[in-house]
């Protein structure tokens, strides 16, 4: 039980365009998800916490007309990294908090590596 | 403010002998500390979780970790290390009733035959 699913696995975009990268819970519910940014060699840096019919809220420094969050359903949340550049190629993971469980413990997904040319 | 330090960025060990990660922590609050691992290009696999309920944590495949609060340790280990457990391991920390989760810098785990 427990799993978090991303699509896609992987994408290649070219510089300007825009991206879409789905996260969802597969057998829970979750009222709450996170995205996180990963650079290579180095560690997940919190992008922003997506509540189920609310805004995002996002961390200091992360733009947030450049990464359109939607949490529009208890299993599904969406990133959206609009005008893609370059320096936006990036392995983004999600998780998931099962908020029926004690310890609000969070699920991650596999990732989604994003390279824009 | 909270934070978690992995002590070593490295750590480098020959299949069969033993493996410690080292993670201190720094909380105002009773934390939830996790140990997390991912290998090269996957999501993050949960190993154990200390919630306050023992301070001695088993987790999968042979891991464990022990909760020291004179130390504000929270030390991964295991008896013997498979070439499979070679990854990246994360010492996470969630403090109180924030949900956020604080990431350590990570340390990489190299077995060698």
């Known amino acids: 039980g427990a799993v978090v699913s991303q699509h896609p696995s992987w994408v290649i975009c070219k510089s300007g365009t825009s991206v879409k990268i789905e996260c969802r819970s597969l057998?829970?519910?979750?009222?709450?998800m996170f995205w996180y940014r990963q650079f290579p060699k180095q560690s997940l840096m919190l992008m922003a916490t997506s509540n189920e019919g609310s805004k995002a809220t996002y961390e200091q420094g992360v733009e947030k007309d450049k990464f359109l969050i939607n949490h529009a359903s208890l299993t599904l949340s969406t990133l959206t990294v609009t005008s893609a550049h370059p320096e936006d190629s990036s392995f983004y993971i999600c998780s998931a908090r099962d908020t029926d469980t004690l310890g609000y413990e969070q699920y991650f997904g596999p990732g989604t590596r994003l390279t824009v040319t | 403010a909270q934070s978690v330090t992995q002590l070593d960025s490295h750590v480098s060990v020959s299949e069969g002998t033993p493996v410690l990660l080292r993670c201190n922590y720094s909380s105002s609050y009773s934390p939830s500390l996790f140990w997390y691992v991912q290998h090269p290009n996957k999501g993050l696999q949960l190993l154990l979780k200390y919630t306050s309920a023992a301070t001695l944590v088993k987790g999968i495949n042979g891991f464990e970790a022990e909760f020291k609060k004179s130390e504000t340790s929270f030390h991964l280990t295991k008896p013997s290390a498979h070439m499979s457990d070679a990854a990246e391991y994360f010492c996470?920390?969630?403090?109180?009733?924030?949900?956020?989760?604080?990431f350590g810098a990570g340390t990489r785990l190299a077995v060698h035959p």
């Open positions: 057998d829970f519910q979750a009222t709450t």
């Open positions: 996470v920390g969630r403090a109180g009733g924030y949900n956020k989760l604080i």
